[in-house]
């Protein structure tokens, strides 16, 4: 038995220690280090969780090639059950390169690879009937997994009483809201942050986001946005939440990292209040390293934070 089986993507991260500037074209620039880490919001959720002592599976798929094997073998070092992590032969296995710039956003140059085919049959009624909370990471970014096939995994989820998790991806524009439509109505908790949330809807203002999500169906609408916070929705919450500050040196995972501390409160029976509280500490902690996962704080460590660190809330 499970606390929470992560579903979605895992992806292999090349990152660079944070450099001045983007180099110009032809020069050649030194960054301190060159992480190779494990990266993909189904593989960062789970070791987040396994960090805080949450028994967790991963399912996802990865290729038949040296960067499979390595997120397998981080993942379970990390303490991540991988026994449904997929092998496609015959696709590489997914890769990000992340470029760090001190003082900007992050930038991403992806490959899906073995990702590309993942449909949501790799997950079964028997997987859905083992573990308390089902999240599924990077909507949008597996062409495979349709709005049927998601629909009726959410379904499947909501007969056996597991609470849902979902969280996506945005590749670029397009019709994101037809999907979303489908599977929302069947969706606990929907937590897009406010970038994603303003390039399927149209609104930059996170409450109206959060109001367009809530008519589409989810139960609780979080929209996670940085440095401001997070906004709710549900039929009893309304409210905007504070941040915990932190020295930032690379923003890689901070979501996941949220993601992973709000389902942490949902298995501790917590209020959602309570459950954002955790999250952004979680999300706050991962800011600290490079790497989607390495500044994350462990249980102790997180129970040491909020003990002596609280949020602040505004109702809206």
Same mark, same amino acid.
């Given at each position: 038995?499970?606390?929470?089986?992560?579903?979605?993507?895992?992806? #292999?991260?090349?990152?660079?220690?944070?450099?001045?500037?983007?180099?110009?074209?032809?020069?050649?620039?030194?960054?301190?280090?060159?992480?190779?880490?494990?990266?993909?919001?189904?593989?960062?959720?789970?070791?987040?969780?396994?960090?805080?002592?949450?028994?967790?599976?991963?399912?996802?798929?990865?290729?038949?090639?040296?960067?499979?094997?390595?997120?397998?073998?981080?993942?379970?070092?990390?303490?991540?059950? +991988?026994?449904?992590?997929?092998?496609?032969?015959?696709?590489?296995?997914?890769? +990000?390169?992340?470029?760090?710039?001190?003082?900007?956003?992050?930038?991403?140059?992806?490959?899906?690879? =073995?990702?590309?085919?993942?449909?949501?049959? !790799?997950?079964?009624?028997?997987?859905?009937?083992?573990?308390? @909370?089902?999240?599924?990471?990077?909507?949008?970014?597996?062409?495979?997994?349709? #709005?049927? $096939?998601?629909? %009726?995994?959410?379904?499947?989820?909501? $007969?056996?009483?597991?609470?849902?998790?979902?969280?996506?991806?945005?590749?670029?524009?397009?019709?994101?809201?037809?999907? *979303?439509?489908?599977?929302?109505?069947?969706?606990?908790?929907?937590?897009?942050?406010?970038?994603? #949330?303003?390039?399927?809807?149209?609104?930059?203002?996170? *409450?109206?986001?959060? %109001?367009?999500?809530?008519?589409?169906?989810?139960?609780?609408?979080?929209?996670?946005?940085?440095?401001?916070? =997070?906004? @709710?929705?549900? !039929?009893?919450?309304?409210?905007?939440?504070?941040?915990?500050?932190?020295?930032?040196?690379?923003?890689?995972?901070?979501?996941?990292?949220?993601? $992973?501390?709000?389902?942490?409160?949902?298995?501790?029976?917590?209020?959602?209040?309570?459950?954002?509280?955790?999250?952004?500490?979680?999300?706050?902690?991962?800011?600290?390293?490079?790497?989607? +996962?390495?500044?994350?704080?462990?249980?102790?460590?997180? !129970?040491?934070? *909020?003990?002596?660190?609280?949020?602040?809330?505004?109702?809206?």
């Amino acid at each position: 038995m499970l606390d929470c089986l992560c579903v979605g993507i895992a992806v #292999a991260d090349h990152i660079c220690v944070p450099i001045d500037r983007l180099p110009r074209s032809g020069e050649l620039l030194l960054t301190e280090r060159l992480n190779l880490t494990l990266g993909g919001h189904a593989a960062n959720v789970s070791v987040d969780l396994a960090k805080l002592g949450v028994k967790v599976g991963i399912t996802a798929r990865v290729g038949n090639d040296l960067f499979g094997e390595f997120l397998r073998q981080e993942l379970t070092r990390a303490g991540v059950h +991988t026994v449904n992590l997929v092998e496609t032969p015959d696709k590489d296995t997914s890769g +990000t390169l992340i470029i760090n710039v001190k003082g900007d956003d992050r930038r991403f140059i992806h490959t899906i690879g =073995a990702n590309g085919e993942f449909d949501g049959r !790799e997950v079964t009624t028997e997987m859905l009937q083992a573990t308390r @909370v089902l999240y599924v990471g990077a909507l949008f970014a597996l062409p495979k997994l349709t #709005a049927s $096939a998601l629909k %009726e995994l959410l379904q499947q989820a909501r $007969a056996v009483g597991v609470p849902t998790v979902l969280d996506v991806v945005i590749p670029g524009p397009g019709d994101y809201l037809t999907t *979303l439509r489908e599977v929302l109505p069947w969706t606990d908790v929907f937590m897009p942050n406010t970038d994603e #949330a303003a390039q399927i809807t149209g609104e930059t203002d996170p *409450l109206a986001q959060a %109001e367009v999500f809530r008519r589409l169906g989810a139960s609780t609408v979080v929209i996670t946005c940085g440095g401001d916070g =997070a906004v @709710v929705l549900s !039929e009893t919450n309304r409210f905007r939440s504070g941040v915990f500050r932190m020295e930032y040196i690379d923003g890689t995972g901070s979501g996941d990292a949220f993601g $992973a501390g709000f389902i942490q409160g949902m298995l501790q029976g917590a209020d959602v209040r309570r459950c954002v509280e955790i999250g952004s500490a979680l999300g706050a902690s991962a800011v600290r390293r490079s790497g989607a +996962t390495a500044g994350v704080f462990t249980r102790p460590e997180l !129970e040491a934070f *909020l003990q002596s660190n609280r949020m602040e809330f505004q109702p809206i």
